[in-house]
């Protein structure tokens, strides 16, 4: 695929206080929301992995329309993520109307939050349109499941183009932000230390984790820190845990196991500067992955409908 235009000065002329906004809306938003950054980073990870960054995961269902917010594996992301890009469209429509697309303001806000966490800093390029179209269909079997077999993980991140290698350093995400107890939980009960496909949890981490989610299938809502070590720092943890058997999903595990993931787990739990540096190249290719540019995509009105859909209610017109 051919990679379209974009450019960091997009909006100097048409919108010069576009990065001022999105900083101070991002900054007064993890203040207030500390859970803000983690929710941002997964929502624009399932937005990108979607027909590329184009606030695809933005939108909302209609009568006529099943939106991919709606997709069983998107029910889990946080309002926050949501508020703060909706925050900041809002304060960006009073300042220069109908000029930044929500998928750009997606796409800076994530990376604001992540070096507010403490993590690297990387050139997010301007100039995304939104999408037209967003459809729950489209979204499974598309995005990682804490199940699924390696081979499918690594296929889902290689037909985009990202690497075994890349898709080591995106995981290390997971050193901020929560699960929910029952991403985890079957896992919990008779697991073998042993066993090649078992997760190898740290004796006393599982008995932690069960007693902290026993109550999960009353309480849905249960959930706990993908880095129980440092659950409000941008570092390398992510890491060092899922090595001493303190990694919570399946697949966090299975990286660590898998003879083409574990060389690259071992390297970043050494060496956070590679870490970082690897995070922050690959944040930088995801963030152009798949956009759109032109007449390919429309700069929304609202961050959570497209501008108008023939004859569906609900929609501002053009
Ligand atoms: C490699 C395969 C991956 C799998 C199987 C996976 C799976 C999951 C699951 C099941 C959760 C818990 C969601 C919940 O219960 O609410 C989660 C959380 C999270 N994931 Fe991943 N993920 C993967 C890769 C990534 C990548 C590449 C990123 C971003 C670059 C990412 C960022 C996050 C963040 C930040 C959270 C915390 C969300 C929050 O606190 O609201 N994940 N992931
Ligand atoms: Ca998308
Ligand atoms: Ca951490």
């Known amino acids: 695929q051919r990679q379209p235009l974009l450019t960091t000065a997009y909006y100097r002329r048409t919108c010069p206080r576009f990065e001022q906004i999105v900083q101070d809306t991002t900054i007064n938003k993890q203040i207030s929301s500390p859970t803000t950054a983690a929710a941002a980073l997964r929502l624009f990870f399932h937005d990108c992995f979607i027909h ?8 909302s269902s209609t009568r006529f329309n099943k939106a991919e917010r709606e997709a069983d594996i998107n029910l889990s992301l946080p309002g926050d993520g949501f508020d703060v890009i909706v925050r900041a469209k809002t304060a960006l429509e009073l300042t ?21 966490m403490g ?7 301007l100039g995304r349109k939104d999408s037209l179209t967003s459809r729950a269909a489209d979204v499974e079997g598309n995005l990682p499941r804490p199940t699924m077999p390696m081979d499918q993980m690594i296929k889902i991140f290689e037909s985009r183009g990202f690497s075994v290698q890349e898709m080591v350093a995106l995981s290390g995400a997971h050193t901020i932000g929560f699960s929910h107890c029952r991403e985890f939980s079957s896992i919990l009960y008779n697991y073998s230390r ?54 919570l999903l399946k697949s966090d595990h ?10 690259y ?14 995070f922050a190249r690959a944040m930088e290719k995801l963030s152009v992955y798949a956009v759109k540019t032109g007449r390919q995509g429309e700069v929304r009105r609202r961050d959570g409908a497209v501008n108008f ?10």
């Not at 697309?101 to 070096?115: E, F, G, H, K, P």
């Not at 309480?219 to 090595?243: A, G, R």
């Not at 390297?267 to 690897?278: E, G, M, P, T």
């Open 96 to 116: 220069c109307p109908g000029v930044v697309s929500c998928a750009d303001i997606l796409a800076v806000a994530t990376r604001n939050l992540v070096v507010q």
């Open 194 to 247: 042993t066993s090649q496909s078992d997760p190898a949890y740290y004796p006393e981490f599982a008995k932690l984790l069960r007693s902290a989610c026993a109550d999960y299938q009353k309480n849905p809502t249960l959930s706990v820190f993908n880095d129980i070590m440092t659950p409000n720092k941008f570092d390398n943890m992510y890491y060092k845990n899922t090595q001493k058997g303190l990694g």
């Open 52 to 59: 590329g960054c184009d606030a695809s995961v933005l939108v």
């Open 265 to 278: 787990m071992d390297l970043y739990s050494r060496d956070q500067n590679a870490f970082f540096q690897a």
């Open 309 to 318: 859909i023939d004859g569906e209610p609900g929609n501002m017109k053009r």
């Open 254 to 263: 299975a990286l660590s196991s898998d003879t083409r993931t574990k060389g």
């Open 119 to 125: 993590g690297p800093f990387y050139t997010v390029k």
